[in-house]
Protein backbone atom coordinates (compact mmCIF):
# COMPACT_ATOMS: atom_id res chain seq x y z
CA UNK A 1 0.00 0.00 0.00
CA UNK A 2 1.42 3.47 -1.46
CA UNK A 3 1.47 6.26 0.82
CA UNK A 4 -1.45 7.83 -1.22
CA UNK A 5 -3.64 4.90 -0.31
CA UNK A 6 -2.75 5.08 3.63
CA UNK A 7 -3.98 8.63 3.45
CA UNK A 8 -6.67 8.09 1.18
CA UNK A 9 -7.59 5.77 3.93
CA UNK A 10 -8.39 8.32 5.91
CA UNK A 11 -11.62 8.76 5.31
CA UNK A 12 -12.23 6.43 7.39
CA UNK A 13 -11.59 8.82 10.38
CA UNK A 14 -14.75 10.56 9.23
CA UNK A 15 -14.46 8.36 4.77
CA UNK A 16 -14.12 7.19 3.71
CA UNK A 17 -14.54 5.32 2.28
CA UNK A 18 -18.21 5.34 1.89
CA UNK A 19 -17.11 3.42 2.04
CA UNK A 20 -16.64 2.00 -1.27
CA UNK A 21 -13.70 4.62 -1.70
CA UNK A 22 -11.56 1.87 -0.25
CA UNK A 23 -12.32 -0.97 -2.03
CA UNK A 24 -9.52 -0.45 -4.51
CA UNK A 25 -6.57 -0.21 -2.12
CA UNK A 26 -8.14 -2.82 0.11
CA UNK A 27 -8.40 -5.58 -2.64
CA UNK A 28 -5.08 -4.99 -3.62
CA UNK A 29 -4.06 -5.38 -0.28
CA UNK A 30 -5.63 -8.51 0.23
CA UNK A 31 -4.16 -10.35 -3.25
CA UNK A 32 -0.55 -9.23 -1.58
CA UNK A 33 -1.56 -10.97 1.38
CA UNK A 34 -3.29 -13.84 -0.25
CA UNK A 35 -2.32 -13.83 -4.27
CA UNK A 36 -5.32 -15.89 -5.04
CA UNK A 37 -7.65 -13.71 -3.07
CA UNK A 38 -10.31 -11.92 -5.09
CA UNK A 39 -13.42 -9.26 -4.58
CA UNK A 40 -16.90 -9.05 -4.82
CA UNK A 41 -18.23 -9.50 -8.31
CA UNK A 42 -17.41 -6.26 -10.22
CA UNK A 43 -20.31 -5.02 -12.73
CA UNK A 44 -18.35 -1.96 -13.81
CA UNK A 45 -20.38 0.04 -11.94
CA UNK A 46 -18.59 0.15 -8.57
CA UNK A 47 -16.88 3.18 -8.37
CA UNK A 48 -12.84 2.92 -7.60
CA UNK A 49 -11.77 6.31 -6.98
CA UNK A 50 -8.10 6.74 -8.16
CA UNK A 51 -5.71 7.19 -5.25
CA UNK A 52 -3.12 9.40 -7.17
CA UNK A 53 -5.86 11.99 -7.80
CA UNK A 54 -6.92 12.84 -4.24
CA UNK A 55 -6.93 11.86 -0.36
CA UNK A 56 -9.12 13.20 2.21
CA UNK A 57 -8.05 13.23 5.79
CA UNK A 58 -10.60 11.70 8.09
CA UNK A 59 -14.40 12.86 7.22
CA UNK A 60 -15.33 16.05 8.26
CA UNK A 61 -11.94 17.16 7.95
CA UNK A 62 -11.21 15.03 4.65
CA UNK A 63 -8.75 16.57 2.51
CA UNK A 64 -8.04 16.79 -0.62
CA UNK A 65 -4.68 15.98 -1.86
CA UNK A 66 -3.08 16.39 -5.56
CA UNK A 67 -3.31 19.71 -7.24
CA UNK A 68 -2.68 19.98 -10.97
CA UNK A 69 -2.83 22.56 -14.13
CA UNK A 70 -5.81 22.82 -15.39
CA UNK A 71 -5.73 22.09 -19.50
CA UNK A 72 -6.71 25.37 -21.42
CA UNK A 73 -8.76 22.92 -24.03
CA UNK A 74 -11.13 21.37 -20.87
CA UNK A 75 -14.59 20.33 -22.01
CA UNK A 76 -17.44 21.17 -19.40
CA UNK A 77 -20.39 19.15 -19.61
CA UNK A 78 -23.74 20.28 -21.25
CA UNK A 79 -26.19 20.85 -18.93
CA UNK A 80 -28.73 18.08 -18.44
CA UNK A 81 -30.82 19.94 -15.94
CA UNK A 82 -29.01 19.30 -12.96
CA UNK A 83 -30.31 17.11 -9.99
CA UNK A 84 -33.60 16.00 -9.84
CA UNK A 85 -36.25 18.36 -8.26
CA UNK A 86 -35.81 17.06 -4.18
CA UNK A 87 -32.50 16.63 -4.46
CA UNK A 88 -32.04 20.17 -5.44
CA UNK A 89 -34.30 21.19 -2.66
CA UNK A 90 -32.78 19.55 0.05
CA UNK A 91 -29.59 20.67 -1.26
CA UNK A 92 -30.25 24.42 -1.70
CA UNK A 93 -32.03 24.12 1.82
CA UNK A 94 -28.70 22.41 3.30
CA UNK A 95 -26.57 25.63 2.19
CA UNK A 96 -29.07 28.26 3.26
CA UNK A 97 -28.77 25.93 6.86
CA UNK A 98 -24.74 26.35 6.38
CA UNK A 99 -24.75 29.74 6.26
CA UNK A 100 -27.17 30.39 9.30
CA UNK A 101 -25.22 27.74 11.56
CA UNK A 102 -21.92 29.61 12.85
CA UNK A 103 -18.40 27.83 12.29
CA UNK A 104 -16.97 26.18 15.44
CA UNK A 105 -14.36 28.58 17.02
CA UNK A 106 -11.17 27.18 17.68
CA UNK A 107 -9.24 29.60 19.98
CA UNK A 108 -5.31 29.17 20.23
CA UNK A 109 -4.07 25.98 21.91
CA UNK A 110 -7.55 24.27 20.84
CA UNK A 111 -8.18 21.55 18.36
CA UNK A 112 -11.23 21.13 16.25
CA UNK A 113 -11.65 17.27 16.69
CA UNK A 114 -13.08 15.01 14.17
CA UNK A 115 -14.18 12.13 15.40
CA UNK A 116 -15.21 9.24 13.20
CA UNK A 117 -16.47 5.72 13.30
CA UNK A 118 -16.58 3.34 9.90
CA UNK A 119 -17.46 0.15 9.22
CA UNK A 120 -16.46 -1.55 5.89
CA UNK A 121 -17.61 -4.15 3.89
CA UNK A 122 -14.75 -6.99 2.41
CA UNK A 123 -14.64 -10.00 0.04
CA UNK A 124 -12.05 -12.33 -0.97
CA UNK A 125 -11.63 -16.00 -2.30
CA UNK A 126 -10.25 -18.33 0.52
CA UNK A 127 -7.24 -20.64 -0.42
CA UNK A 128 -10.09 -23.17 -0.60
CA UNK A 129 -11.49 -20.87 -3.83
CA UNK A 130 -14.49 -19.87 -1.32
CA UNK A 131 -15.75 -16.34 -1.67
CA UNK A 132 -16.10 -15.01 1.80
CA UNK A 133 -17.46 -11.75 2.97
CA UNK A 134 -17.22 -10.10 6.24
CA UNK A 135 -17.02 -6.40 7.68
CA UNK A 136 -14.67 -4.40 9.60
CA UNK A 137 -14.38 -1.38 11.76
CA UNK A 138 -11.44 1.22 11.93
CA UNK A 139 -12.46 4.40 13.59
CA UNK A 140 -9.92 7.49 14.21
CA UNK A 141 -9.35 11.28 15.34
CA UNK A 142 -8.01 13.86 13.61
CA UNK A 143 -7.20 17.07 15.85
CA UNK A 144 -6.66 20.47 13.31
CA UNK A 145 -5.21 23.22 15.58
CA UNK A 146 -6.20 26.36 15.14
CA UNK A 147 -3.08 27.83 13.78
CA UNK A 148 -3.79 25.66 10.62
CA UNK A 149 0.52 25.95 10.43
CA UNK A 150 1.25 23.72 13.38
CA UNK A 151 1.22 20.23 14.23
CA UNK A 152 -1.88 17.95 13.36
CA UNK A 153 -2.59 14.71 15.02
CA UNK A 154 -4.32 12.06 13.66
CA UNK A 155 -4.83 8.72 16.01
CA UNK A 156 -6.13 5.95 13.73
CA UNK A 157 -7.67 2.56 15.77
CA UNK A 158 -6.99 -0.43 14.39
CA UNK A 159 -8.85 -1.87 12.16
CA UNK A 160 -10.76 -4.77 13.13
CA UNK A 161 -13.27 -7.34 12.18
CA UNK A 162 -16.58 -7.35 13.65
CA UNK A 163 -19.11 -9.54 11.16
CA UNK A 164 -18.32 -12.82 9.14
CA UNK A 165 -19.95 -15.00 6.80
CA UNK A 166 -19.65 -18.28 8.71
CA UNK A 167 -17.19 -19.77 11.50
CA UNK A 168 -15.14 -21.08 8.92
CA UNK A 169 -14.69 -17.57 7.28
CA UNK A 170 -14.07 -16.04 10.88
CA UNK A 171 -11.27 -18.51 11.06
CA UNK A 172 -10.13 -17.33 7.39
CA UNK A 173 -10.37 -13.28 8.44
CA UNK A 174 -8.71 -13.18 12.05
CA UNK A 175 -5.78 -15.07 10.84
CA UNK A 176 -5.65 -12.70 7.45
CA UNK A 177 -5.68 -9.59 10.20
CA UNK A 178 -3.30 -10.62 12.20
CA UNK A 179 -0.74 -11.32 9.41
CA UNK A 180 -1.33 -7.83 8.54
CA UNK A 181 -0.90 -6.35 11.77
CA UNK A 182 2.04 -8.16 12.57
CA UNK A 183 3.86 -7.53 8.94
CA UNK A 184 6.92 -5.17 9.23
CA UNK A 185 6.78 -2.03 7.59
CA UNK A 186 9.81 -0.61 5.13
CA UNK A 187 11.70 1.68 7.38
CA UNK A 188 9.61 2.17 10.33
CA UNK A 189 6.66 3.33 7.79
CA UNK A 190 2.91 3.35 9.74
CA UNK A 191 1.16 -0.05 9.07
CA UNK A 192 -2.66 1.07 8.70
CA UNK A 193 -3.88 -2.01 9.80
CA UNK A 194 -2.79 -2.01 13.54
CA UNK A 195 -2.82 1.70 13.64
CA UNK A 196 -1.06 4.00 15.91
CA UNK A 197 -0.42 8.39 15.69
CA UNK A 198 0.62 10.82 12.84
CA UNK A 199 1.69 13.87 13.36
CA UNK A 200 2.60 16.57 11.12
CA UNK A 201 2.93 20.56 10.63
CA UNK A 202 0.06 22.44 8.82
CA UNK A 203 -1.40 18.74 8.33
CA UNK A 204 1.29 17.66 5.57
CA UNK A 205 1.17 14.05 6.73
CA UNK A 206 3.55 12.19 4.57
CA UNK A 207 4.86 15.44 2.82
CA UNK A 208 1.75 16.56 1.32
CA UNK A 209 0.14 19.95 2.28
CA UNK A 210 -3.60 19.81 3.10
CA UNK A 211 -6.41 20.68 -0.08
CA UNK A 212 -9.59 21.84 0.30
CA UNK A 213 -10.32 21.03 -3.43
CA UNK A 214 -7.85 19.79 -6.51
CA UNK A 215 -5.63 22.58 -6.97
CA UNK A 216 -6.65 24.77 -4.16
CA UNK A 217 -4.74 24.63 -0.60
CA UNK A 218 -6.72 24.93 2.35
CA UNK A 219 -5.11 28.00 3.32
CA UNK A 220 -5.86 29.49 -0.15
CA UNK A 221 -9.97 28.09 0.11
CA UNK A 222 -10.67 32.18 0.00
CA UNK A 223 -9.64 31.94 -3.27
CA UNK A 224 -12.11 29.45 -4.75
CA UNK A 225 -15.46 30.80 -6.86
CA UNK A 226 -18.80 30.96 -4.35
CA UNK A 227 -21.43 31.49 -7.48
CA UNK A 228 -22.32 27.64 -7.47
CA UNK A 229 -22.10 27.27 -11.42
CA UNK A 230 -18.45 28.86 -11.19
CA UNK A 231 -17.29 26.42 -8.59
CA UNK A 232 -18.67 23.08 -10.30
CA UNK A 233 -16.97 24.25 -13.93
CA UNK A 234 -13.87 24.58 -12.17
CA UNK A 235 -14.45 21.19 -10.84
CA UNK A 236 -15.33 19.94 -14.12
CA UNK A 237 -11.79 21.30 -15.29
CA UNK A 238 -9.79 19.78 -12.39
CA UNK A 239 -11.28 16.67 -12.76
CA UNK A 240 -11.08 15.81 -16.48
CA UNK A 241 -10.29 12.67 -17.67
CA UNK A 242 -10.55 10.99 -14.17
CA UNK A 243 -13.71 8.50 -13.26
CA UNK A 244 -16.68 6.76 -14.95
CA UNK A 245 -17.99 10.24 -15.83
CA UNK A 246 -17.69 13.82 -15.39
CA UNK A 247 -21.17 13.92 -13.09
CA UNK A 248 -19.93 11.32 -11.01
CA UNK A 249 -16.69 12.71 -10.33
CA UNK A 250 -17.68 16.25 -9.27
CA UNK A 251 -20.09 14.71 -7.42
CA UNK A 252 -17.45 12.41 -5.27
CA UNK A 253 -15.13 15.82 -5.07
CA UNK A 254 -18.32 17.56 -3.79
CA UNK A 255 -18.49 14.91 -1.59
CA UNK A 256 -15.15 15.39 -0.23
CA UNK A 257 -14.67 18.88 0.66
CA UNK A 258 -18.05 18.27 2.51
CA UNK A 259 -16.45 16.24 5.08
CA UNK A 260 -14.01 18.94 5.77
CA UNK A 261 -14.50 20.91 9.25
CA UNK A 262 -12.25 23.46 8.13
CA UNK A 263 -13.93 24.53 4.74
CA UNK A 264 -15.80 27.64 5.60
CA UNK A 265 -19.54 27.91 6.01
CA UNK A 266 -19.78 30.22 2.23
CA UNK A 267 -17.20 27.44 0.49
CA UNK A 268 -19.86 24.55 1.83
CA UNK A 269 -23.11 26.32 0.50
CA UNK A 270 -21.70 27.02 -2.62
CA UNK A 271 -21.01 23.15 -2.69
CA UNK A 272 -23.79 22.18 -1.71
CA UNK A 273 -25.28 24.39 -3.94
CA UNK A 274 -23.12 23.40 -7.05
CA UNK A 275 -23.96 19.60 -6.03
CA UNK A 276 -27.73 20.61 -7.04
CA UNK A 277 -26.88 20.94 -10.47
CA UNK A 278 -25.01 18.05 -11.47
CA UNK A 279 -27.03 15.85 -13.32
CA UNK A 280 -27.72 12.40 -11.79
CA UNK A 281 -28.31 13.53 -8.09
CA UNK A 282 -31.11 12.04 -6.31
CA UNK A 283 -32.72 12.38 -2.87
CA UNK A 284 -31.88 8.92 -1.54
CA UNK A 285 -33.51 8.69 1.29
CA UNK A 286 -35.57 10.80 3.77
CA UNK A 287 -34.10 9.44 6.77
CA UNK A 288 -31.25 7.68 6.06
CA UNK A 289 -29.57 6.29 10.14
CA UNK A 290 -26.00 6.73 10.57
CA UNK A 291 -24.77 5.94 14.07
CA UNK A 292 -28.15 6.35 15.95
CA UNK A 293 -28.34 9.94 14.04
CA UNK A 294 -30.61 10.99 11.60
CA UNK A 295 -30.40 12.91 7.90
CA UNK A 296 -31.49 13.07 4.50
CA UNK A 297 -28.95 10.86 2.10
CA UNK A 298 -28.58 12.37 -1.27
CA UNK A 299 -26.79 10.04 -3.77
CA UNK A 300 -25.04 9.50 -6.99
CA UNK A 301 -26.07 5.78 -8.38
CA UNK A 302 -22.77 4.57 -10.35
CA UNK A 303 -22.70 4.16 -14.27
CA UNK A 304 -24.34 0.38 -14.57
CA UNK A 305 -26.46 0.87 -11.51
CA UNK A 306 -24.39 -1.76 -9.19
CA UNK A 307 -24.62 0.56 -6.19
CA UNK A 308 -24.85 4.38 -4.88
CA UNK A 309 -22.62 6.70 -3.15
CA UNK A 310 -24.74 8.59 -0.86
CA UNK A 311 -23.66 11.59 1.54
CA UNK A 312 -26.16 11.82 4.70
CA UNK A 313 -26.87 16.09 5.56
CA UNK A 314 -28.63 16.59 9.05
CA UNK A 315 -31.15 19.13 7.51
CA UNK A 316 -30.73 21.34 10.68
CA UNK A 317 -27.32 22.48 10.22
CA UNK A 318 -26.71 21.98 6.36
CA UNK A 319 -23.44 19.62 8.12
CA UNK A 320 -22.78 16.10 6.70
CA UNK A 321 -23.04 13.59 9.22
CA UNK A 322 -21.95 10.32 7.47
CA UNK A 323 -21.84 8.93 4.48
CA UNK A 324 -22.88 5.26 2.98
CA UNK A 325 -22.17 2.77 0.30
CA UNK A 326 -25.37 0.67 -0.84
CA UNK A 327 -26.20 -1.93 -3.01
CA UNK A 328 -28.51 -1.63 -5.85
CA UNK A 329 -28.10 -5.05 -7.15
CA UNK A 330 -27.97 -8.56 -5.93
CA UNK A 331 -23.94 -9.98 -5.49
CA UNK A 332 -23.68 -12.76 -3.53
CA UNK A 333 -24.11 -13.11 -0.39
CA UNK A 334 -25.23 -9.43 -0.37
CA UNK A 335 -28.70 -8.52 -1.59
CA UNK A 336 -29.86 -5.33 -3.23
CA UNK A 337 -30.21 -2.99 -0.44
CA UNK A 338 -27.27 -3.95 1.51
CA UNK A 339 -25.16 -1.44 3.14
CA UNK A 340 -21.76 -2.25 2.54
CA UNK A 341 -19.98 -0.04 4.22
CA UNK A 342 -20.61 3.74 6.03
CA UNK A 343 -18.99 6.34 8.09
CA UNK A 344 -20.45 9.01 10.95
CA UNK A 345 -18.86 11.90 11.41
CA UNK A 346 -18.74 14.35 14.37
CA UNK A 347 -16.96 17.50 15.05
CA UNK A 348 -16.15 18.77 18.16
CA UNK A 349 -13.59 21.45 19.57
CA UNK A 350 -11.51 20.58 22.46
CA UNK A 351 -8.55 21.66 24.74
CA UNK A 352 -5.88 19.00 24.45
CA UNK A 353 -4.40 16.33 21.13
CA UNK A 354 -2.80 12.97 21.95
Given at each position: ?5 L ?22 L ?5 P ?42 A ?43 G?L???S ?8 T ?5 Y ?9 V ?27 K ?5 N ?25 L?GT ?23 K ?8 E??V ?17 A ?10 V?MA ?19 G?G ?11 G ?33 S??
Amino acid sequence: MDDLQLLREMRSDVGTPPPATLARGRNALLRKIDPGSGAMPDDGSRRRRVVTRRFTLAAAAALVLVGGTVAADVLIPASKGGASAEAAEVLNKAAAATIKTSDPVVKPGQYLKVDTKAVYGGSLVNSSGKQIFWKSTQNGQLYIPADLSAEWVWNREERNPVEFQDEESKADILAMYAQQKAERTPNGEFNPQAGGVLRAKGGAFLGHEPQVLIGTSLKDAASLPRDPQKLLDLIYERTKGAGKTPELEAFVTISDGLRMGAVPADLRAAMYKAAALIPGVVMADKQATVDGRKGIAIGMPLPGGGSRDDIIIDPSTGLVIGERDILLKDYPGAPAGTVQSWTAIKTSVVDSAP
